[in-house]
Every structure is written in C-alpha cells, then in structure tokens.
C-alpha cells in the first residue's frame, strides 16, 4: 500500500536529518499559484508514484507533475493574426533500476493509472539495462522540502485577452504612424508552470515558474527596397509587469525608424575588421559557441545522433587547459538570477540552483552537469556535485542535461559601450540578432545582426547593411580584447532551444556587456544570395 | 508476461477507440455555445529508446490526448486547446475559444464548417508498431550497436567504435469532429530508427536512418551496418576546393532538400508572386502548365500509395485523394484550400503544400517525388567525378522565390572518382536553388522505400565553403 502524506513526512524527516529548507531565493511570503488541483493531491499522487515505483523494484525514483498554461497572441497591423492558449497536464516518472533509468508519463491523473505508470518505468528500466555498459550513478544532493515561486506583481496568464490585443494594436498603430513603414508585427508569449518534484530521497518541492516575453518587427518600404528590422525583447522570468515596463507602444516608433534608416545603409566591403557587438547581438554568440559545446552530454557524444558533439572534448584535455579566451572572459553558469529564465530554485532533480563559472579568466574549467554526469569528470575537476542543469520541458519529457543561464561577467572597471567605440579606429558595430548558422561542432560559425554601423576614428559613422561575421569559436573569443563594465550588462535569451531525441526546449538567458573582437572575417550576405 | 488478446482489446499503446471519440466529441459540442464549433483530437501513445555509447541512455513511454475547441461566432474563429479531460476542463476551453472568437476581427476567409464527408479506407496501423514493447526496442537498439561495433573490429581499428541513436514509435487516432455532422477518426502508426557512428579519433562518422508505418520493414542491423560503414571509411578527410561539383544525394540528403517543392505547391503564396512557382513580374501569374522541372521530375501525392500511406482526412475533415502536382517536368496543379478555391472559381484540392485549408487544413507532409529505376551504387558508378552526400545538418531557406537553401553537409561526404568512391572529404557548407537542382539532374535512382525522395545524381551543385566539423 502506498503511505499516506503524513507517513511520508514523517519517515523522510527522520531518514533525511539533514533535510534543507530550500535555497535562499525562497520567497515564502508570496502568494502561491495551485492550478484547480490542489497541492496536496499532486503531493499525494507524487508519493504514490515512488511508492509504486520502490514495490516494482526501483532503487531510485522520481515523479514530477506539471500543469502547464500557454498563451501566445501574434497581430500583424490592425488584425490579430494568432491566438493559442493551451492547457496541458500530467506526470512523468523516472525510475532507476540497478544503474539503467525507464521513464514513464501519463495525462491519466487517476491512483490507478499513476501506478501503472510507475511499474511501467521500471520495465523500461529493466530493458534498458539489457544493454548496460556503465551503469548510472547519481551525485549526492541533500534531500529538499518546499515551494518557490518567481516573483511577480501580475500573472500574466490571468491578464484579460482585450487588455493584450489592445498593447499590441497601440503598438502597431504607433509604428505605422512612421513614414515609409508598410508592415507591423508585434506578439505576446506567456507561461505559467506549476511544477511538484518527489524523490524516494525524500525531495518534495513545488515550484510556480511565470515567464513572459513580446516580440516586435516592422518593415519599411522605400528607396527601390524593402527593409525590415525586429527589435530585440528577451523573456524574463517576470509578470505582466515587465511587459508593461517595455513600454511597447512608447517605443515602436523609434524602433521603426531604424528600419527607415536600413533603406540607405551602404552594403558592407568584405573584409577583415575589429568588431563591437552590442549584447543584444552577443547573447546568441555566447549561447551557440560557449552555451552548448560546454554541455557534458554533447562533449560526451548523448547528442551525436542529433544536435551534434563538441570541440571542447575529450574532457582531460579541456579542463583547466583549453585557453578559450583571453584573461578578461570570465563566463559563469547560473540558475539564481534574477528575472532569468532560467531561474529556479531546484532543478528537476532537486539540486539547488547553482552558479560557477564555466570559464575562469580565459581558461576552461567546468561543464554543465547533472546527477548522473558530475562523477565523470569529478576526479578533474574536483567538483563532486551537480551544477542543477536538469530538465525537462513538460510532464511527459524526461530530464536531461540542459543549458543554464550561461553568461559573459562584466569587466571590473565600469566601461562603457561608448568608451570601446571611442577606442576603436576601424571597426563595424552589430545590434540585435539576424540570421546565424553553426556546425554540429559549434567550432565555425557564421552571425548577422539587425542593425550595422561603420565606427571610424573612434566614432560611430553610417549604418551598413549585408553584415555577416564568420569565425572559429576559439579564435574568435581569443580575439576579444575589450568588454563593457556592471552598468553596460544587459540580459539577452530564448524561449525555444531545442536538443534531444524527442526534441525538448528550453528557456534560457545570456548576459553580458557588450565587446570587442580584433580582426574578424566580415562578410557580404548580399552577394551569397 | 502475457495476456489473453482479443478482437475488442485495446492495444499496450491505448488510445481512444472510435466510439470512445464520439462520445467525448458529441459531450464538446454539447458544451459549446458558438455558432460552428469544430473539435481536433489527437489521442495516442509514443514510445522511444535513444542510446549513446553503445547503450541506451533514456527511454520513455508516454500517453495523451489533447483536444482542439475551434469555435465560430459569426465571422469570428478562435481556438483553445486541453489535454484535461473533465466536464470543467472542458467546458472552460469551450468558453474560451468562444471568447477568444468575439475579441478576433472578422476573417473575410472564413468558410463555414464541412458537413458529413465520405474518406477513403487506407490501413496505416500496425499492430507490431503499436505495441512495441520496451524490451523489442532495447534489443532493436542493441541490435544496431552490435552490428555496427563487428563492422568496427573487422575493419582492425584500434579503440572503441562510438555507437548513439534513437528509435522512436507511435499509434494513435486523429478525430475531427464538427456540429454540422461531420466526424472523422482515423488511427495510424509510425516508427523511425537513425544511427550515428563515430570513430574513437573523432575523424570519422557515420549516419543511417529510416522509417515506416510498419516496424517489421525497419531493419536495425542493416542500419548499424550501414552508418559503422560509413564512419569507418569517413576517417581522415581530405580538404576538397569548394566550388560547383556534380553530387550524388542520398534519399535522406534528396528528401532534405525536396520539402521546399511541396511547399511552394500553395496556389494562392504562388498567385500572389511570394514563391518560385510565381511568374515573376506577371501580377496573379503562375507557372501553371509550364516546364519547371527536368522532364523526368514527377511529384505527387496520394494518401493511398503504399509508399507514402498517409492520412484520408486533412485537419478540418477535408477527404484526401491523389493528386499529381508536377508531372514530367510540367507543373500541372497547384494546392487550392477551400476559401481560395471558391474565389478563384475552381475545385479545392487537398495533400499539397501547406494551405491555410479554409482555416486550419493543408499537410505537405505526403507529397513524393517519382522514382527512377537505377540503384545508388549504379549512380555513383556512373559518376565521373562527384561528391556523395549522406544528409545535411541546419538547413535553412535563404530566398524562397528561388527556393535557395543553405546547409551543412554532415556523417559521410566522399569524393567519387571514375564511379568509385575514392577518399572522404572534409564537410562542406552549400547554398544552392532547388529549382536549378531540379533542372540539373543527370540521373533519378530507385526509391528506398522510406524517404520522400528518390537518390539523385545532379550537376553542378554550389558548395560553398568548407566546415572542420566531423
């Protein structure tokens, strides 16, 4: 028979003395988000799940539920051109039978299939283990008990519909005010999550995950051409506020004079020149070519039959040797910051959200890990714990290893963007991202942006267009000589980066200030197409 | 374990049965106050198996039915979508989408929902896939990794082959359902298994993959075979000038590169100058009935085909036949959805490329491109100088009113010189026009049985740059 909830309390806090409250984010004051389920149900379900799992014969399990909502509204000029909203939930169990995991997931929410659910995990466990070479084995983490949420002032979600469609118009309306353009798209992308963890260790968390973004792109007409230009507004982990913080409406017009201005841009010369990338540009740099090869389960070859492997590989010979920049980039891995969106307060094997730096003055140091991976490169790198970098993107996902917040630090000295132009004689300025293209070793690759300005003389001249830059990852970030300071820091990232078989996506977020690399290989897109 | 089986048994991989979908379809409308209101449910089981270093990693099972509200009020239409299947859940996706619809313009496109429509009976269900238990994949999977690692050993290579992939299957129904009558259910299965190889010096890899409706035509060994084959000769790659080559592609690499023919077949993106099938500087002007293809090109589409065997019905119930979009060389028809076939006086049709399908409708996924009779060692035998590609990796549009595409070539590029493939070549990156492709064929293989696209051997291809990556 399963135990009961008090049972369950009561045994895991005796077997897990050192049971912890939770990390210091916390927020035990705030209002807590229950979709119509109430807590003690997904705990109860929960716990009959890794009861059903143990009597089945797993060693470990754990059972996640999630209730998800979606809402997404696109308009294009006065029309609505889409609106989704959807509503999914479920559990997702994972056992781990003599060192080989089974998953098993279910929309079923009833005692009777929750259990089917979980015997059918450890049969998955036990085939997988027919073909076992090295069997699983977990880090320790110390068993966790509570809840968090993401600080909000408004859940989006519950945000009337009339009152987005009117944001979004009032935005169109003051970009098509703009002489010269034709074209207006503008959208909304919110989420709420509220996700309840267990473990037969004796982790019960739930957490409420909000997170919101709005996308905004114009297209100006004029000249003998058509120029558009999409201006870049990241998701945060944050309430409707922050959408009301962009102040779409106030700032479409000047957003839109910039794809005005694209229609006289002088198409680029190829050649060789220094480089300042805004952040807004820099996050998607930083993502493909340091975000993703330092994941251990690409070094690893878990993604070779899909999103590709890693230069940065074999291990032994990376860490604490591979020089992938120069002493000024300090690049950190870190699940506690504020208004990212790949904030939490465990992840989806409990472990605390962490930060450490990937790269220490130049130098690579650490991957991204999971329970299962940090004893693989443990003996070199002397950290015997999980980064917290598992997760999975809905209750019938299983959790993998996936990207943290991975970001560029500032520079101690409080440099501006204005202080790199003014140092710089002959160079090219990059804001925004355009269209990007990596190999499936993340070595060369090939950046455009959405806004290009020639610098001469330590001044910032006309604006170019038909930018690309192309470079190899090392030689490009050994090429950085020069990065902004604390108040030039800026926070770029994604809804939507996809890995794995079945493919999963996951939200995370780049910061950095923006920087300056020697000597890069310029490009024309106008000719190539 | 087993248990008794019998006629009226749900498979291992449940899902809702024919009268289970009504029910819960007729219970929907019920709670629906709009004026049309359409209901789309997919109901189904998944199961996969990935390994990576020679053994499996993850796997999982998985279960669910997600469920469609598409409501109309007037000329109004939106829709909200649930997987929770009680009367409140339902009820308040219902009033949603109602909602939703009254906050939306007026859709000048609208068309009224379809009554009651006869499909045709095509049998895309297999019982072996359906109820491919976890063991059967695991040892499929081992299968594949044995066989690949004796490829390794007989080769003498010192160190151990890397051996990943995934193998992936499903079942399930697809209901749509309407209040003017109409109720449509299907249920269909599928199942796909790639392999990727990579030699312990990272020099080498290799990929194979295929898929089918019926497990029993997937071949684990063969495919593990084929991509250790393919690693182990991929070692050591060579540097090759980038620059116009003739290629010979694959199925997977053709079928890669063909998914831009299907989507251009869009009447209405065509009429409105927005594709390659546009009739450039002609306003409305199409290539309807001109040559755009190589005379030997033939594209079409037919639910039926034992080859392609896809779905009778397209999202919004509309019954799926055959069509032959480009034959000969000619195109002769091109997609119209409901809404612009009304406007535009002629019949819709339905299996293109993506149409809006009078609100919703329009899969590309069916589309097939005729095979030739000779085999792929027969296309390279018969290449003078070439380069033999396996797939690509990051495909992306550049232009579509050409149907330019760039890419990267990935897990086993070769040169082939006097018919014979002589030397692996380092990965290029390409930028080529599928039409110029088209129109640049030198010789269409036999079809595999699995991909879209038959191998082809074409001329002058644009490789543009060079990748190190392996």
Sequence with gaps: ?529 | MSSPKSLFQQPASSFLSRDEAKTLTDRILGFSKADETRVSIRSGWAGNTRYAGGQVTTSGDTSNTTVNIQCTVGKKRASATTNVLDDESLRRTADLAVRLARLSPDDPELMPELGPQTYANISNYFENTANLSPEQRAAAAKKSIETAEGVWKGANASGALFMAGFLDAEAGATIVANNKGLFAYHRSSSVRLSNTARTPDGTGSGWAGSNARDWSLIDPAFLGRRASTKAVSSRNPVAVEPGLYTVVLEPEAASQLIGQVSGALNARSAEEGRNAFSQRGANGGTKLGLKVFDERVTFYSDPADPNILGDPFDAEGFPQGRNVWIENGLLKQLQYDRFWAQKKGVQANSGGGGGRGGGGGGRGGNVRMMPGTKSLEQLIAECERGILCTHFFYTNVLDPRSMMLTGITRDGTFLIEKGKVTKPVKNFRFNQSIVQMLNSIEEIGKSDGASPAPPMRVKDFNFASLSDAV
């Design chain 1, 1 to 529: 028979m399963a135990p009961t909830r008090r049972d369950f309390v009561k045994a895991s806090t005796l077997a897990a003395a050192a049971t912890i409250a939770g990390p210091q984010l916390l927020k035990a004051d705030k209002p807590r988000v229950i979709a119509r389920s109430t807590e003690i149900y997904a705990d109860d379900l929960v716990l009959e799940a890794l009861s059903a799992a143990k009597d089945a014969g797993a060693q470990y399990a754990d059972a996640r539920i999630g209730r998800y909502r979606r809402q997404s509204l696109n308009t294009r000029e006065h029309q609505i051109t889409g609106v989704s909203d959807a509503e999914s939930y479920g559990i997702g169990i994972r056992t781990l039978v003599d060192g080989s995991w089974g998953f098993a997931a279910t929309a079923n929410m009833t005692k009777d299939s929750v259990v089917k659910c979980a015997r059918n995990a450890v049969r998955l466990s036990r085939a997988a283990k027919s073909t076992q070479r090295r069997p699983v084995e977990l880090a320790p983490t110390t068993p966790v008990k509570g809840t968090w949420i993401t600080p909000i002032k408004r859940d989006p979600i519950d945000v009337p519909i009339e009152e987005k469609v009117a944001l979004l118009f009032a935005t169109n309306e003051a970009a098509l005010k703009v002489p010269s353009i034709r074209f207006c798209t503008s959208g909304l992308q919110l989420l709420r999550e509220v996700k309840t963890l267990g473990t037969t260790e004796g982790t019960l968390i739930t957490q409420t995950f909000i997170r919101s973004e709005a996308s905004f792109s114009v297209t100006a007409a004029g000249n003998g051409t058509t120029e558009s230009y999409s201006e870049e507004l990241p998701p945060r982990s944050q309430g409707w506020e922050y959408i009301e913080e962009l102040n779409l409406p106030g700032h479409a017009a000047e957003w839109a004079q910039v794809a005005v201005e694209k229609l006289t841009a002088k198409t680029v010369e190829p050649g060789r020149f220094d480089l300042i990338l805004q952040p807004t540009n820099l996050w998607l740099t930083i993502h493909e070519s340091i975000g993703h090869p330092t994941e251990l389960d690409r070094a690893m070859g878990f993604e070779a039959n899909f999103a590709g492997t890693s230069f940065v590989n074999p291990p032994e010979k990376m860490i604490n040797k591979l020089q992938y920049g120069k002493p000024l980039m300090n690049i950190q891995g870190d699940r506690t910051q504020d208004h990212s969106v790949g904030l939490c307060a465990w992840d989806d094997e409990g472990v605390p959200a962490d930060k450490w730096l990937i790269i220490e003055k130049g130098i690579f140091k650490e991957y991204q890990t999971t329970r299962e991976q940090a004893s693989w490169v443990a003996p070199l790198t002397g950290t015997k714990h999980s980064h917290g970098c598992s997760y999975a993107d809905s209750w019938d996902s299983v959790q993998f290893q996936r990207m943290p917040n991975v970001s560029l630090l500032p520079a101690e000295k409080d440099i501006s963007l204005n202080d790199i132009v003014s140092a710089t004689d002959r160079g090219i300025m990059i804001r925004n991202r355009g269209s990007w293209s990596i190999d499936h070793q993340r070595y060369n690759f090939s950046f455009s942006g959405q806004a290009f300005y020639e610098i001469k003389g330590g001044k910032v001249g006309g604006m170019l267009k038909d930018v690309a830059y192309q470079a190899v990852t090392p030689v490009f970030w050994n090429s950085m000589d020069m990065i902004g300071g604390k108040s030039s820091y800026w926070m770029g990232g994604t809804f939507s980066d996809g890995k794995g078989e079945p493919s999963q996506s996951n939200s995370i977020s780049h910061g950095c200030p923006p920087a300056r690399f020697r000597d890069v290989n310029i490009i024309n897109t106008g000719r190539n197409v």
